[in-house]
């Protein structure tokens, strides 16, 4: 090969290895759940929906008699809306309560299982080092012995 070849070859071998590296999925990192401290992310905007099932004027508003009223008088119109947007409200209150009965389910499982994998580690640690010892009596044994069996003529 020339220098010229052995240059395009170098240059598709780049090529070639950052195609390969744009089109591979990131390696995830691990099957572990990921961190939350909790589920506020959830529960803060339920509460403030909460706030807003109903339409309310606020105490400060202009005219907040005649406004008032005028809410009052029509709120037959959204009353099937007000009740949906309650019964969504609890059921996204049940959901995130769910979740968070869950989530400490499963950390308390997790925890078991590390515990128990750490007790068949050390577990497995002692049956190794009895082996091993068992292994090197063994061959002190043979040692000892001098290699009887070479001179049976087996």
Known sequence: MTARQDDLT???AR??????AQATPPASRSPALPETKGFEEVRTPLARAEGHVTPT?????????AKSAAVRLLRF?????ASFNA???EAGNGV?????????TIDREAQRLMEELSRLRSDF????????????????LRMSSGD?????GR
Request: charged letters at 30%; zero cysteines; a negative charge.
């Open 148 to 152: 009887v069996g070479r001179g049976t």
């Open 96 to 104: 995130a309560g769910a979740l968070e009965e869950n989530r400490a």
């Open 10 to 12: 170098d240059e598709l």
């Open 15 to 20: 090529e070639i290895r950052a195609a390969v």
């Open 77 to 81: 119109l959204w009353r099937n809306q």
């Open 57 to 65: 004027v606020p105490d400060a508003a202009r005219f907040f008699g």
């Open 125 to 140: 640690f002692q049956r190794e080092s009895g082996q091993d010892a068992r292994l090197a009596y063994l061959e002190s």
């Open 87 to 89: 019964l969504l409200l």
